[in-house]
């Protein structure tokens, strides 16, 4: 079992509306949760920490459920540009920066 | 302010060469470490460092091997390129809240 999982996608997303998705880890230990964005396998560059209590920014909203163990992530009145590869970053044990296979998400016009 | 510069951006290497892919980062991390990404693979880790002096292997390091002689540098070396090292390759550096990559290294092993 991968030690972080994602939904490949891709997610297509009529332009404005809201799409969401998750990323699970198996490592209970894990302290650190990351949600970074990839174009046309690019260097992939921080979109949002995820923090305990959850976390906004403008139309991006991260949840981190311990319990169940996985992070979320939500894209409100999506546009063009958010078109992307969304890759879930978790750091586990020795401090090892681990990553989800990344989702797609696509928005249409 | 650089960050992490990594270098070549391209190459294409015959079945059996050797060569090094440069990383550098000047903001004084301890971590550093390199990926390399496939189709529908996401990126997996080859070698990492959590300090000048110390390193260790990843989920995939046959292959490769790494050293970190400074805090600034993390070279990776492939000793003997084979055609499933074809690959994009990224250098990260990381502190406590965010890790930084390099642009990546498009490598071809024909």
């Known amino acids: 079992r991968k030690e972080v999982e994602q939904d490949p996608g891709p997610f297509n997303v009529p332009e404005g509306a809201t799409v969401a998705f998750n990323c699970t880890y198996s490592?209970?230990?894990?302290?650190?949760f990351f949600w970074y964005r990839q174009d046309c396998r690019k260097e992939p560059k921080l979109l949002m920490s995820?923090?305990?209590s959850g976390n906004e920014d403008g139309r991006f909203t991260a949840q981190l459920n311990r319990a169940s163990q996985y992070i979320s992530l939500l894209i409100r009145d999506s546009k063009l540009s958010d078109s992307a590869t969304y890759l879930c970053v978790v750091i586990g044990s020795w401090g090892k920066l681990q990553f989800g296979a990344g989702t797609q998400v696509v928005v249409t016009p | 302010n650089a960050g992490v510069t990594q270098t070549p951006k391209f190459q294409v290497l015959k079945t059996g060469q050797s060569m090094t892919l440069q990383c550098a980062q000047d903001?004084?991390?301890?971590?550093m470490s390199w990926y390399r990404q496939d189709p529908g693979m996401g990126l997996r880790l080859i070698h990492y460092s959590v300090g000048a002096g110390i390193t260790d292997q990843g989920e995939v390091p046959n292959g490769y091997n790494v050293s970190r002689s400074t805090t600034e540098d993390f070279p990776l070396r492939l000793l003997s390129a084979a055609p499933s090292q074809t690959s994009v390759y990224f250098c990260?550096?990381?502190?406590?809240?965010?890790?930084?990559f390099g642009q990546g290294t498009r490598l071809t092993v024909v």
């Open positions: 990260a550096s990381r502190d406590d809240t965010e890790a930084f």
């Open positions: 903001m004084n991390h301890e971590y």
């Open positions: 995820v923090y305990s």
């Open positions: 490592n209970s230990a894990s302290q650190s």
